[in-house]
């Protein structure tokens, strides 16, 4: 699929417990590509510098090897290990006060949008097999409905034939 390789699919350092599949993050895609053009604007948005703007992924084992600021202190990532879980989706508390809270309402809406998913995929395949049906899901909704190109959550136009996909999408930021 053109944007993402299966390996990173099948990663499970980038299934981010709370549905905001880090494989479509701008900050893991910045990484990944080693883009400081897309670093910069990313750490311009979020307050970070951008060689601080880095991470491949909130799930990676102790100690990550690039793990983002923000992502390091996420109460949600702190809330599905204390409980030994790998993902709200498991939880019977979802959604809780701290996806009702989160501090970006797009994530809310994301995380609102992917749990679902996330469970009706685990309940078809599996865990496993179900859990990385979920992230290539995601990849596949990550593309411009025009022209195909690959975006990343939260782009709100396609940077390649400069359609507005903002409501297409995950809404204005």
């Given at each position: 699929?053109?944007g ?19 494989g ?23 307050g970070?510098?951008?060689e ?53 309402p797009?994530?809310i ?48 136009t ?16």
């Open positions: 699929m053109e993402w390789q299966e390996g990173e699919i099948r990663n499970k350092d980038l299934m981010a417990p709370c549905g905001l599949y880090c479509t993050c701008g900050v893991y895609i910045a990484t990944r590509d080693n883009n400081e053009k897309f670093k910069a604007i990313l750490g311009n948005l979020y970070s510098k951008p601080e703007t880095e991470c491949f992924g909130c799930m990676q084992s102790d100690p990550p090897e690039k793990l983002y600021s923000f992502c390091q202190h996420c109460q949600i990532r702190s809330c599905v290990s204390a409980k030994e879980f790998y993902s709200c989706h498991q939880c019977g508390d979802w959604p809780c006060s701290l996806i009702d809270n989160f501090i970006v797009t994530g809406r994301v995380m609102k949008r992917t749990i679902p998913i996330w469970r009706a995929k685990v309940a078809e395949h599996g865990d496993d097999a179900g859990s990385v049906e979920w992230a290539r899901s995601e990849c596949e909704r990550y593309h411009c409905p025009d022209c195909g190109n690959p975006l990343f959550r939260g782009a709100q396609c940077r390649a034939c400069k359609k507005d996909v903002t409501d297409e999408l995950d809404g204005s930021l």
